[in-house]
């Protein structure tokens, strides 16, 4: 694989959009350059430690910090009460809810609940506090899973928790946080008109968005209030505003800095450490650092939703799906705000379904609080759907791609959740995958394959960038959306193209919460459709003002030049270009320095879908399930930088793949995670996989001035199921309990499954 | 004059109505006549809601101006990861 | 507590610095020696990207005392490039687009630079299991397992 600077055929018309330019960033992170949250020092910077519950769910009854004050090198510990009373601030509840997940008030709520924080000279001196502070519990009954929270008399989480959402209201306080519906047509009358029926239970456990890099912070915070916080996230304007409501000051109060991130996938779009530096450093009147161990990762940051998901589903002989009735609980973890919404929305999306009832209901249980992973709550809902696509096809006897070409939505489909489809990309993915080699390929003993298919809708949001031009031309491109998958790239290929000039005079640059304006998170695969409208918009107006003072260069009207390839030019010929580069050296002769921003609310936004084909080998003697081959094809709408399209594309397959056969959270009797460590929760490594091959299919998105769909996390959806219908496949055995281990995967061939 | 459809969790405060035909400027226009209509309507469509305007989601929609004839409906509104 | 002082080289360069005795290789690396190349991703060996040469072979540094690495040869990630001219790991690496985040990256580099001295014609089977010590959560190991190949045969080729 080489660079090329010939764009791909699909963006054929762009001189640099579509081309594999080397990421700005890159140097940096290939010589140990690149500054992560936890490389920053600063002068006379203090470490921390964390106490966290050892309980599942208690009352916290005393906290006694006096020994731990007194050991050598400690300079400042809080406790809840250090900080503001969420209640009394008079806070939304969800951010109450975050505050408290900070640190626990009067009531531990999951193993691993922040109950104290220690900064000292040293991480020894931290640790070694930590473990004086000591810590009164009344220990309470605990609840781990959707079963135990929704059962008459479990032990009640929040005392003041009725479920939303319910038809009498609910008058008595539950575990359940909310219900959704959604409803087309009469399910009496789609199931009689089907000529197969499946109907399965189907169960996932949380699992971890597993980013390498855990969890660090630094917060230097002065006497009157105000910090600089450096940190990894995805989104260091959302971290300053939740920090803020947090300590209980104003957002100006805080500046955010962005380090590096090391991986996030959603699971970096919420706080957990910067409030506890920052209170630590106005206390002890020094800089902070916090980090997160591995195994305080696992423990106490948010992982994706353990799930039960019931599906039944009916087709006639012709192959169309005929009635779909979904009933799922998702697991909040220990504050309301598990993705069941998405789930409701995404589960049967890609098909266009007559009769059908979607119901979810949002359970808290004490494990952390859940946090976003890439298309949250999809490939849940997905998993069980596509299942049951796949075991209907085989009743009727039909191709599974065959089958979900026969049901797939188009433009104009109306959606199972309300609005009619704009132009998308679905089919293409099913006949991409169809007319693919890898399709064809021939199967031995022990082999099957699995397809299955996914959607996301992606987000647009906020978004606030400026271009400024330097006295020789040159172009700086700043934007405020941390670069989580390469696009820093993205946003000067826009640059190049917008104005002309070549990557080497672009440089992209993420700037902190006071040199750029306001931006939303970089998630929701938004970042190259909603940064990348803000940097096409600031470019536009840059190549207005550069026309305008090419003009006045030449005393003609602006209406009389053009911007073309980089250089101003008088539409009627009559005088020599000027680059941009001459006319930035005479910048103060036409009008001053040369700079625009744009800020938007990004419009225009385009769905994703996603078709994957899953070649798998099963050992009948351990049960082990070996990846031959994988393909992917997705809808990008238009590949801005494709090497990082498809390192999307592959990333999110991985993830799934670890998700279907090896990741879960394991509990003990007394809901104390037992494998906070990268040794048993095993992620995929590489002698496990095959190459994984892409597909980019390109049905450009009308609504964004260059076609762009977002491509971070759809790909994450459709890989649970596709793996699932592979071991169908090999083994005939329905596997419904994720993940499909190796012992699982016996059990069910030896017919020794329950 | 734009329409209006209602999903089944809204459904009870139209009284199983689950599409109206009704002038409105705006969004949050829209939301005020609604409420009128549906007594109670109007608290669940203000908060964490995005409207999908022929089809285009948007979250923050409240002085959205709504085109002629016009397809409406409200969704919960999502994160993403 | 006392610190002891260590004596080794690392990129080349002659290197003291003063060590608790439980204080890990990857601790004194970033804190003692300012080389923050070298992350901490688990701290229990599981995960690379602490990975570092120790006298030739790949050890995972936060499972090294730093008092062993008295004496010892030590490479790192900034010890890779020679001034200005990358290793063609790091060039097959950027061109490859075999990082995202990056985080995992110095890890991947000294693991794959020590596969390539031992073995400069591996399988892509030999590179997988060469490499299956370092954790990437962002590319799916796919373009990583390219560009180390592609880095093995531009070795090959400058050797001949």
Known sequence: ?754 | MVKVHFSAALRHYTGGLSDIEIEAATVGRLINALDERFPGIGAQLSEGTSVAIDGEILPDAEYEELPDGAEVHFLATLSGG | MSRTQVTCTVNGDQVDFLTLDDESLLNALRDEVGLTGVKEGCGTGDCGACSVLLDDAVVCSCLVFAREAEGATIVTVEGMADGDHLHPLQQTFLEGAALQCGVCTPGFLVAAKALLDRNPDPTETEVRYALAGNLCRCTGYDKIVRATLEAARELQEARA
């Open chain 1, 1 to 754: 694989m080489t660079v090329t600077d010939e764009p791909s055929t699909e963006s054929a018309g762009y001189k640099y959009v579509g081309t594999r330019s080397i990421r700005p960033d890159g140097l940096d992170k290939v010589t140990g350059r690149a500054k992560f949250g936890a490389d920053l020092t600063l002068p006379g910077m203090l470490e921390a430690a964390v106490v966290r519950s050892p309980h599942a769910h208690a009352e916290i009854v005393s906290i006694d910090t006096s020994e731990a004050m007194k050991i050598e090198g400690v300079k400042a510990i809080v406790t809840g009460a250090d900080f503001p009373d969420p209640a009394e601030q008079g806070l939304h509840p969800s951010d109450q809810d975050v505050a408290n997940n900070i640190i626990a008030r009067d009531k531990v709520l999951y193993d691993g609940h922040v109950v104290a924080a220690v900064a000292a000279t040293s991480r020894q001196a931290a640790r070694a506090a930590a473990k004086a502070v000591n810590v009164t519990y009344k220990v309470l009954p605990h609840v781990m899973n959707v079963d135990e929270a929704m059962a008459d008399g479990a032990a009640l989480l929040h005392p003041n928790m009725k479920t939303k959402g319910v038809d009498p209201p609910a008058e008595e306080p539950s575990n359940v946080a909310s219900r959704i519906v959604h409803e087309r047509g009469e399910l009496d009358q789609g199931f009689a008109n089907a000529d197969a029926v499946v109907e399965r239970t189907f169960t996932t456990k949380p699992v971890h968005q597993g980013y390498i890099e855990p969890h660090a912070c630094v917060a230097d915070t002065g006497a009157d209030g105000r910090s600089n916080i450096w940190v990894s996230s995805q989104g260091h304007f959302a971290m300053r505003t939740y920090t803020s409501k947090v300590v209980g000051v104003t957002t100006s109060m805080l500046k955010v800095i962005p380090a590096e991130i090391g991986g996030g996938f959603g699971g970096k779009t919420v706080i957990y450490l910067e409030p506890l530096a920052y209170m630590l450093s106005k206390k002890a009147g020094r800089p902070v650092r916090v980090v997160m161990d591995r195994a305080e990762v696992f423990r106490a940051s948010g992982p994706a939703s353990g799930t039960k998901i019931k599906v039944k589903m009916g087709a006639n002989s012709a192959g169309e799906i005929t009635a779909a009735e979904i009933w799922m609980a998702f697991e909040a973890g220990a504050f309301a705000g598990s993705p069941v919404g998405a789930a409701g929305m995404t589960v049967i999306a890609p098909y266009d379904i007559p009769h059908f009832v979607v119901e979810g209901f949002d359970v808290v249980v004490n494990k952390p609080k859940v946090a976003a992973y890439r298309a949250p709550g999809a490939p849940m809902a997905a998993f069980a759907v596509e299942s049951v696509v796949d075991d209907l096809a085989a009743e009727i006897g039909m191709d599974p791609i065959e089958l979900r070409l026969k049901n797939a939505v188009v433009e104009g489909t109306e959606a199972s959740y309300g609005p009619k489809f704009p132009k998308i990309g679905f089919v293409e993915t099913l006949d991409a995958c169809k007319e693919h080699p890898n399709y064809g390929e021939p199967l031995g003993p022990n082999q099957g394959r699995g397809v299955a298919a996914g959607f996301w809708f992606n987000a647009g949001m906020n978004s606030s960038a400026t271009i400024h031009v330097n006295d020789d031309g040159t172009v700086t491109t700043v934007v405020g959306s941390p670069d989580i998958g390469g696009s820093r790239a993205s946003m000067a290929l826009f640059t190049a193209e917008e104005l002309g000039i070549g990557l080497e005079r672009i440089k992209p640059v993420v700037a902190d919460t006071e040199t750029v304006g306001f931006n939303d998170v970089t998630g929701g695969s938004r970042v190259t459709l909603a940064t990348g409208q803000a940097v096409v918009e600031a470019c536009r107006a840059i190549k207005t003002d550069l026309i305008r003072r090419a003009a006045k260069t030449w005393k003609m009207e602006a209406d009389q030049v053009e911007w073309v390839d980089g250089q101003a030019q008088a539409k009627d010929g009559s005088q020599p270009p000027l680059s941009l580069a001459a006319i930035a050296g005479k910048m103060a002769r036409t009008g001053g320095p040369i700079s625009a921003n744009a800020s938007l609310n990004a419009r225009g936004v385009g769905a994703a879908f996603s078709t994957q084909v899953c070649d798998v080998e099963v050992d009948p003697e351990t049960g082990q399930v070996t990846i031959l081959r994988y393909l992917t094809a997705q809808d990008a709408g238009r590949a801005i930088h494709p090497a990082y399209v498809e390192g999307q594309l592959q990333g999110g397959v991985v993830q799934g793949i670890g998700w279907a056969l090896n990741e879960e959270y394991v509990h003990n009797d007394d809901g104390v995670l037992e494998n906070p460590s990268f040794l048993d929760y095993r992620i995929p490594v590489a002698s496990d996989l095959p190459m994984i091959d892409t597909i980019i299919v390109e049905v450009p998105n009308p609504g964004h001035p260059y076609g762009v769909r977002g491509v971070g996390e759809v790909g994450i959806v459709p890989p649970l199921a596709a793996v699932a219908n592979a071991i169908k496949a090999a083994t005939g055995k329905r596997l419904v309990d994720l993940p499909m281990s190796p012992m699982k995967v016996l059990e069910a061939i030896d017919g020794t499954d329950s």
